[in-house]
């Protein structure tokens, strides 16, 4: 089976709404089991923030669904199809982008080629095509006036809002973000947080692993508590963080309250 960058996949067994669905999923590291039976989907639109400690799975969860680890078992569905099956896995990542935490910018490429690379190389757009759509989202993450600029002339929030527009270029169907703010110092959160919450206002599909515990209450319209390698919670940002069910979740939130006081 092969996904192409153009080709929609829907299920008639599957809501229509929905993009991706993970079943079953677990992931081993030897003898180390990371995820353990998880169930997730997310649908069109979805901003869904993926909370816990560390160690507790997110992180492995996300690389599984874009295919950077292989499941150990279970399935990861798209429009249906599940992926883990397919041969060209780089075409499916164009669908499915990610924001890494460490940015991962070529250091020997502007802002802009940065940003032209991927769609040229990897969807085979003309140039001048590539080089539109980079301006276009390095504008809409504020940094238009540094499409020259290398990333050691950048900052920690600059590096990653050229990550971001990098990840938009490939105009991905969901955008997967992995801790995007831990390695900025706390001044250059915001302006991270900022761009998100402008890309979640405009409808992006987004799976945001985060410790941002504000971004997720304010902006995702569906939270996800893990620990253990198991979802213990999930559901309206407003339920989880007023009147979680569970009490691995209440201690988390306690924990998490009391460390930003």
Do not use: W
Not at 17 to 25: G, K, M, N, P, S
Not at 240 to 259: G, H, I, N
Request: net charge negative.
């Amino acid at each position: 089976m092969e996904i192409s960058e153009k080709t929609q996949y829907v299920s008639p067994e599957n809501d229509f709404d929905e993009i991706i669905r993970v079943e079953h999923l677990s992931k081993n590291f030897g003898e180390n089991t990371v995820l353990k039976d998880v169930d997730f989907s997310v649908r069109s639109g979805d901003v869904t923030s993926i909370i816990g400690s560390s160690g507790s799975g997110k992180s492995t969860l996300l690389r599984c669904i874009n295919l950077f680890e292989e499941p150990s078992g279970g399935r990861v569905l798209f429009h249906g199809e599940d992926v883990t099956k397919v041969r060209n896995k780089s075409a499916y990542r164009t669908r499915v982008g990610m924001v890494f935490q460490s940015f991962n910018l070529f250091n020997n490429m502007t802002a802009l080629k940065n940003c032209t690379v991927g769609p040229r190389k990897v969807l085979k757009v003309s140039k001048s095509e590539a080089e539109d759509r980079a301006l276009k989202y390095l504008a809409q993450v504020g940094m238009a006036d540094y499409v020259n600029a290398r990333p050691s002339q950048l900052s920690g929030g600059q590096k990653q809002r050229v990550a971001i527009a990098r990840a938009l270029a490939m105009e991905p169907e969901v955008l997967l973000f992995d801790e995007p703010t831990s390695a900025l110092d706390p001044e250059m959160v915001g302006e991270v947080l900022s761009v998100m919450k402008n890309l979640a206002a405009t409808g992006r599909t987004m799976i945001v692993v985060t410790h941002e515990m504000a971004f997720a209450r304010d902006v995702s319209n569906k939270v996800v508590f893990m620990d253990d390698g198991v979802i213990v919670e999930e559901g309206d940002p407003s339920q989880v963080f007023t009147s979680p069910k569970e009490k691995r979740t209440q201690e988390f939130l306690a924990r998490m309250l009391a460390e930003k006081n």
